[in-house]
């Protein structure tokens, strides 16, 4: 069984900044992607950035783009999200996945850690 745990989440003052961690466990665990979405209730989840664990490339959406950044320990089997600037719209909660295979197909997911973002 393949687990994923989020923490760091909380609550900022809009302009500040949060870090949220994703610790995988479990089994034999290799997936070739990891991925950050977030979900404001009673809306759809969305994908907010994802890195590649073979060579580290990454991806942001253009609504993060220059705040937040997407990294990576593979010695520690950790994923990070550094989140920079932070705006109310941020507000949200964060979810990380993996990928086995392809970057737009993700197998597993964490249970998510909440981001508030006060004006």
């Known amino acids: 069984q393949v687990q994923l745990e989020e923490s760091g989440g909380g609550l900022v003052q809009a302009g500040g900044s949060l870090r949220l961690s994703c610790a995988a466990s479990g089994r034999t665990f290799s997936p070739n992607f990891m991925g950050w979405f977030r979900q404001i209730p009673g809306k759809e989840r969305e994908f907010v950035a994802r890195?590649?664990?073979?060579?580290?490339?990454?991806y942001h959406v253009d609504s993060v783009k220059g705040r937040f950044t997407v990294s990576r320990d593979i010695s520690k089997n950790r994923v990070y999200l550094q989140m920079n600037k932070l705006k109310p719209e941020d507000t949200a909660v964060y979810y990380c996945?993996?990928?086995?295979?392809?970057?737009?197909?993700?197998?597993?997911w964490g249970q998510g850690t909440a981001v508030t973002v006060s004006s």
């Open positions: 996945a993996a990928a086995k295979n392809n970057w737009w197909q993700y197998d597993y």
């Open positions: 890195i590649a664990l073979t060579d580290g490339s990454t």
